[in-house]
């Protein structure tokens, strides 16, 4: 059974970098069947995907456009973990952030399992 | 990027009676190529992150109890709950994987009339 274990701080001021880890248990991160991805979700917002890192013979990264130019998703191979990145958060940024796997083996990319979830908060 | 639009915003039913959520993607999300929808809906209880019920428009999840099914194809879908128990209430997302940024309706939320 595969489980993602999140960490990670949830309170922030603004200006300042983001970052949560996602600890994989039962797979691989260089499972070339899987994709490794974050969702937030705000009530502004709601659920919006970020991003994924996904190992196909290289690394590879794909980001959302909203993000694009403050987001670094990355690969831990020796802990099997991924990580989020986010530079320079506003309180925009205030979400709950999910990590989530998509078994793309199946043809799909729907997510499944998820993270516990993380609160983070961007506060002055 | 597909902007996924979900009907009702919310809807209280009785118990044992049934629940209809309507999601409709703003182009087709049906591959032709091989003739699938490529379109999940999740469940999602307070404090809980989302749980995959149904993904490719119809297929239910190892586990997920046959009263959940996902109908439509293109553009219009459905997820139904033909006979609601208490513990359905929660709220309903559809997702689309067809393409990047992968995007999500903005819920449904069911209630117990």
């Known amino acids: 059974q595969v489980q993602l274990q999140q960490s990670g701080p949830g309170l922030m001021k603004p200006s300042q970098t983001l970052s949560l880890t996602c600890a994989i248990s039962?797979?691989?991160?260089?499972?070339?069947?899987?994709?490794w991805n974050w969702i937030r979700q705000s009530p502004s917002r709601g659920l919006e995907w970020l991003g994924r890192t996904y190992y196909r013979s290289k690394w590879y990264n794909d980001y959302a456009v909203s993000v694009k130019s403050r987001i670094t998703i990355n690969p831990d191979t020796s802990e099997n973990q991924f990580s989020l990145q986010l530079n320079s958060v506003t309180p925009e940024d205030t979400a709950v952030y999910y990590c989530?796997?998509?078994?793309?083996?199946?043809?799909?990319?729907?997510?499944?399992?998820w993270g516990q979830g993380t609160l983070v908060t961007v506060s002055s | 990027d597909i902007v996924m639009t979900q009907s009702p915003d919310s809807l209280a039913v009785s118990l044992g009676g049934r629940a209809t959520i309507n999601c409709k993607s703003s182009q087709s999300v049906l591959y032709s190529s091989n003739n699938k929808n490529y379109l999940a809906w999740y469940q999602q209880k307070p404090g809980q992150p989302p749980k995959v019920l149904i993904y490719w428009a119809s297929t239910r999840e190892s586990g997920v109890p046959d009263r959940f099914s996902g109908s439509g194809s293109g553009t219009d879908f459905t997820l139904t709950i033909s006979s609601l128990q208490a513990e359905d209430v929660a709220v309903y997302y559809c997702q689309q994987y067809y393409s990047t940024p992968f995007t999500f309706g903005p819920g449904t939320k069911v209630d117990i009339k």
């Open positions: 989530a796997r998509a078994l793309t083996s199946t043809g799909g990319n729907w997510f499944d399992p």
């Open positions: 039962g797979d691989s991160v260089s499972n070339n069947g899987a994709t």
